[in-house]
Nanobody, 117 residues
């Protein structure tokens, strides 16, 4: 099982970044996919989720209206489009997979996002 995040980096406030998470080794289309983040000195927190068929999404209040989660069940990839970035979005962003029928949970290794001028 692998979840490989990419797309992190440095961006100025107000800018945009797009994270990707490529999945392998499990049935991606049967998995609910989420993004979490962890800022320095803080606990990991939920950012966004998209259910297995892509029909429903949910977001943390702090990112609602700025971030968009999407998925491609052919490419086995989940995305997080992050617009209007703020300094407080600085964190390591983690991809999470959770089974919709079978009980399992997997995590990626994380990708650093830094928002700074």
């Amino acid at each position: 099982v692998q979840l490989v995040e990419s797309g992190g980096g440095w961006e100025q406030p107000g800018g945009s970044l797009r994270l990707s998470c490529a999945a392998s080794g499990f049935t991606f289309s049967s998995s609910h996919m989420s993004w979490y983040r962890q800022a320095p000195g803080k606990e990991r927190e939920f950012v966004a989720i998209i259910i297995s068929d892509g029909g429903s999404t949910n977001y943390a209040d702090s990112v609602k209206g700025r971030f968009t989660i999407s998925r491609d069940n052919v490419k086995n990839t989940v995305y997080l489009q992050m617009n209007s970035l703020k300094r407080e979005d600085t964190a390591v962003y983690y991809c999470n997979a959770r089974g919709s029928f079978t009980r399992y949970e997997y995590w990626g290794q994380g990708t650093q996002v830094t928002v700074s001028s």
